[in-house]
């Protein structure tokens, strides 16, 4: 059976992976933006009509009060408007851009859930600035490989069990409780 053939297939592609605090913006037909999430998300933009689009990768909602200096770029409020003003440099028109966001899942047990913090800031910021959310997949337990072609607007996501992903989006390992002799407790 054969699949349904799409633009970016007509050559060798450019993969460009964003990692956490990056953005990256292109119309080129060849590129295909890659990530893997945890708790963390991913904007795709895009505008449809030049196909300019661009990924972005954030840590943290905001910084709420705090002076961070360079490590502006892990909140979402700085990834968001570095990804918007990278599209808008490239042509895109801010009345076009179309968003699609992907990851926020809670992959740690018995902490703050910052995955659905993560979701609820994107969410709330593309509608802030009128820009419409056409696809989403947040939330969950399971972390993603995240795959955008910004040209075509094409994404595709696999989930990705906890136990096979990453190390800086994995589970950490529940620790051995302790005996009542060993006096030890181990924190992480």
Known sequence: ??????????GPAIKVHVTQGESHVSADP????????????AACLRDPTTGIGGMNHFL?????DRKDGGD???YGAYAMELLINGLLKKGAR????????????KLFDG???VGASNAAFAERFLRDEGIPIVSSSTG????????FWPASGRVRQRLVAVDN????VRRPTPAVAPTANSGDLELF
Not at 1 to 9: T, V
Not at 32 to 40: Q, W
Not at 60 to 64: M, Q, R
Not at 140 to 147: F, H, I, P, Q
Request: charged share 25%; with cysteine.
């Open 94 to 105: 801010r009345d076009r851009l179309e968003a699609k966001i992907f990851g926020g899942g």
């Open 111 to 113: 902490l703050s859930d």
């Open 140 to 147: 969950g337990l399971s972390a993603r490989r995240v795959e």
């Open 165 to 168: 992903a990453p190390a800086e």
């Open 72 to 74: 502006a770029v892990r």
């Open 60 to 64: 943290l909602p905001d910084s709420g």
């Open 1 to 10: 059976m054969m699949g349904q053939a799409h633009a970016e297939d007509s």
């Open 30 to 41: 060849q590129v295909v933006m890659t990530t893997v999430l945890g708790s963390c998300i």
